[in-house]
């Protein structure tokens, strides 16, 4: 799929990016790769939308000059090509409001560079956030376009659901592109939105004004800013994004033997947590017996969290933690975090310590299916550096 | 709940217990727990009737003295009170077959001892097994007992569907008991069985002769054996295997404070593999450069198993496995293991080595949520010793 119109190749396809908040901590500048910065991102159950991480694959795309003419365009095998303004999606459909965490698959990559180098933005834990989405089921959608409701029923159907976004390759002009399963947007609890507010606001420009894809429980990189096609088919999307990025390999895995085919795209996001305070290498005073820490849990999946463990010696030893959830979350459909803390009881340090002492906190997450956090980045190393869901770990120190 | 008839105390409760295939390796007798010996356990895509492990609470049942009058009472709130005989069920909905693994909570238990003790049977890595499932579906059911298909969208229905066994204490009379939460008895994808066949036979008597529950995806202390009550609530089973065990805790909670209501129930699986070949300890000659290892993988949730690493260095490198799958799963119902096998590399032994080499063999599964299994048994341990899925461990040696 081409983009509808090529840049003039003399044109700077960077010059109509949007401000950003300056808060946010830049991965990369053009195409604009920004993450909350550490404190922040777990202060509240609900991120605001100026400080929420921003992952952009391309430029920024250009507004629609006249709004009232924007198009959706849904179509497809066994769909019927339809047409819908931004005003029919709001008023031929109904409104729904579902409050889901984003995580770029990416986050927490940083610390996988201190197992192997790996390929991508250097994001550490803020590369998550979590928003009240606001749009139309796109089950809802579908329907409108003739999509049988038991499409998944059917052997020889349509398999996928694609998504096209406005922004393009300035050199190639290639779409930003990706697909799901057409289970999960066919499914009447998965709640697959098609959101054009956030938090109660219009989307902004970097987060796909006037439209965008929001897939509850899965990575990221398939909730499709600046939505303008969907498309039904047999065949997953074959764009770069779902082909030959955003899939998960074995540490043994690397770019000289990596069969991109072999793996399957990630979806589903498995069970993660991070600590957000204290940040790394904070100093506490001489004597200090416990301090507070705090941070964020997720999983994938509508699982929700039961449970964080913390620890202040490494993972040897573990404390109980308190978790605040976005109240209203149905059975099965948690698809916002679980914000957690603790007052954290520090070991004591040997009598005949000199020096700092330092100590290593670390949190895992339990999801509601069981799966719990792989202790280290080690085994869940893989070249392209996703989904590093490992134990998360802060080193600290004591006295001075 | 109690049970229909109350024993006489005098009689033994456990003299009608059937017999069992000399093969099977029994944990505890009165009642029989006994597992599929470790080579057999993952030597074929199905599980054979007389060597799947056995799993009982308390005695095995009576069978109907008279079958054409046993009968299956269904009823509970907003549902309406209705008894199905064998042969309604047989005749009066659609047959369903299912192929689905069957695995112990507590399998690979005896892991966990080596961290802390636990409490409950000693399984190794044989309390799984996996089956064709026939029966009918529970939806089709709780249907006919006027369950509103909408229910689960009800804020104040029934949230979980009861199971009764027909197997009672003989000292209490409490009848072994269960639920699970109505989004999954109701839901068309999730394949909730009541089954009257195993592999194509009636159900044998250790099995739930003449009807169990299979919930595929889930522990299998829900899939309830001998089942003769269904009931809708608003209440979880308030049964011991539903409050007081099969529940999940920290490393840190020990049985002088555990909080038992502060844990859910276990329902989906974490993903999890084992090594089922070579055994441990087993010594291979002197200069063997490769092995064969097998074993089984699976998931909870009708999560497929995307890839299983091996190693033959106690985790520090990992060497692809090639997958073996039951053919014809739907997407994301993926309820039946995956085998895997390799032929192992082994490590070259130092130059000035002496005596024989030990090798660590380990295994680790990723799912289609990216969820892979924790790197220590450590970090999973709980009190009860359920769900261990840690990284499995073979050690063997190499040479003498
Ligand atoms: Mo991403
Ligand atoms: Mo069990």
Redesign the interface.
């Known amino acids: 799929y081409k983009g509808p119109e090529r840049k003039d190749p003399a044109e700077d396809p960077w010059k109509n990016e949007p401000a950003r908040h300056p808060a946010l901590v830049a991965r990369s500048n053009n195409p604009c790769n920004a993450e909350t910065p550490g404190p922040v991102v777990a202060a509240n159950l609900i991120t605001s939308n100026d400080i929420f991480y921003v992952r952009n694959h391309l430029p920024v795309p250009p507004e629609p000059k006249d709004p009232a003419r924007w198009q959706l365009s849904v179509g497809g095998e066994e769909a019927r090509s339809t047409s819908l303004t931004l005003e029919d999606l709001k008023t031929k459909f109904k409104k729904t409001t579902v409050t889901a965490a984003v995580e770029c698959a990416g986050n927490r990559r940083n610390e996988m560079k201190t197992v192997k180098p790996v390929r991508g933005l250097d994001w550490d834990t803020g590369a998550i956030g979590n928003a009240n989405w606001s749009g139309v089921k796109l089950r809802d959608v579908l329907l409108h376009a003739g999509v049988d409701p038991d499409v ?1 029923d059917s052997l020889d159907g349509p ?1 996928h659901v694609h998504f096209l976004g406005a922004d393009s390759d300035p050199l190639t002009g290639n779409v930003y592109a990706a697909s799901i ?1 057409i ?1 999960l947007a066919m499914a009447s ?1 998965k709640d697959v939105l098609l959101a054009y507010e956030m938090n109660g606001e219009p989307l902004s420009r970097d987060h796909g004004a006037p439209l965008r894809v929001v897939v509850p429980g899965v990575v990221g990189a398939r909730s499709v800013k600046w939505v303008t096609q969907i498309v039904t088919s047999r065949e997953e999307s074959d764009s770069h994004w779902q082909q030959h990025d955003y899939k ?5 895995v690397d770019w000289n033997n990596v069969d991109w085919s072999s ?2 795209a ?6 993660t947590s991070a600590i957000t305070a204290p940040s790394a290498n904070t100093q506490v005073e001489q004597g200090t017996t416990t301090i507070p820490v705090r941070g964020y849990a997720w999983s ?2 509508g ?1 929700d969290i ?2 964080v ?1 913390v620890s202040a010696d490494g ?1 040897a ?4 933690t308190q978790l605040h959830k976005v109240p209203g979350q149905k ?2 459909r948690a698809w916002a975090w679980t914000l957690w803390e603790a007052e954290v009881i520090l070991p004591t340090p040997p009598a005949d310590s000199k020096g700092p002492q330092q100590v290593c906190l670390v949190c ?1 997450a ?1 999801d ?9 980045v ?3 190393w893989n070249l392209r550096g996703v ?1 590093n ?1 490992a ?1 998360h770990r802060v080193g600290i120190s004591v006295g001075n």
Chains 1, 2 share one sequence.
């Open positions: 998944c398999r399963p289970e609890n998960g390999f074995s540490p043994s793996a399957p990630i979806q589903e996001a498995p069970v994938g999946g699982r039961v449970r463990d993972g030893t573990w404390q109980g059975p099965g895992k339990t509601a299916s069981y799966n719990t956090q792989p202790d280290s080690a085994g869940v989904v869901n134990w």
